[in-house]
């Protein structure tokens, strides 16, 4: 199976800060990488599909890059409904799997 | 409006079996493959199964692999979710999951119900 690991686990920020979120898979998965957004109680949300395309309605400020093995979600000015948690997929195997989760808290 | 309503959680005893429903209204269910993914109290999500549009394929994680059957129903916009000696660790809000692409190559999971608990304890 495809281990997928995130960096931080953790981390706290600002409202306006500029928040990264890496993600790291254990073979290249040539872009096939999800970006999904959690809050408490709830579902979670699709951000970011095959690693860089914005799903409709998602804020422009959430920007998705990378390749290969390494992959980056990227939140440009951190917003008060952006704390919560938020994962990596791959999907590029048909066992697909999720990262452990990001939380980002209020400083 | 599109939605997915998860239905059948509760609590089980260890061993026993627990099928789990999921409604599809809003949309046109047959052309997307759907997934089943849990998440325990407390902890990360982790993607258990995936069924084809025609439910031809399937797939499963290795943690369920052997103990529980995806289906579905095409004719009544349900997916479903068998569950069979059930575990422990086998407790977990459990969501179906749209798979966005069709023909498309950019799965990714685009729609989500509100989660069903499944509660395995004696």
């Not at chain 1, 993600?23 to 951000?47: D, E, F, M, T, V």
């Not at chain 1, 000015?77 to 997929?89: G, H």
């Not at chain 2, 627990?18 to 849990?38: E, Q």
């Not at chain 2, 059957?69 to 969501?95: F, G, H, P, W």
Request: hydrophobic fraction near 30%; glycine fraction near 8%.
């Amino acid at each position: 199976d495809i281990q997928m690991t995130q960096s931080p686990s953790s981390l706290s920020a600002s409202v306006g800060d500029r928040v990264t979120i890496t993600c790291r898979a254990s073979q290249s998965i040539s872009n096939y990488l999800n970006w999904y957004q959690q809050k408490p109680g709830k579902a979670p949300k699709l951000l970011i599909y095959a690693a860089s395309s914005l799903q409709s309605g998602v804020p422009s400020r959430f920007s998705g890059s990378g390749s290969g093995t390494d992959y980056t979600l990227t939140i440009s000015s951190l917003q008060p409904e952006d704390f919560a948690t938020y994962y990596c997929q791959q999907s590029y195997s048909s066992l697909w799997t999720f990262g452990q989760g990001t939380n980002v808290e209020i400083k | 409006q599109v939605q997915l309503v998860e239905s059948g959680g509760g609590v089980v005893q260890p061993g026993r079996s627990l099928r789990l429903s999921c409604a599809a209204s809003g949309f046109t269910f047959s052309p997307y493959a759907m997934h089943w993914v849990r998440q325990a109290p407390g902890k990360g999500l982790e993607w258990a199964a995936v069924i084809s549009d025609d439910g031809s394929k399937k797939y499963y994680a290795d943690s369920v692999k052997g103990r529980f059957s995806i289906s579905r129903d095409n004719s009544k916009s349900t997916l479903y979710l068998q569950m069979n000696s059930l575990r422990a660790e086998d407790t977990a809000v459990y969501y179906c999951a749209r798979d966005q692409a069709i023909n498309s190559g950019e799965n990714a999971f685009d729609i989500w119900g509100q989660g069903t608990m499944v509660t395995v304890s004696s």
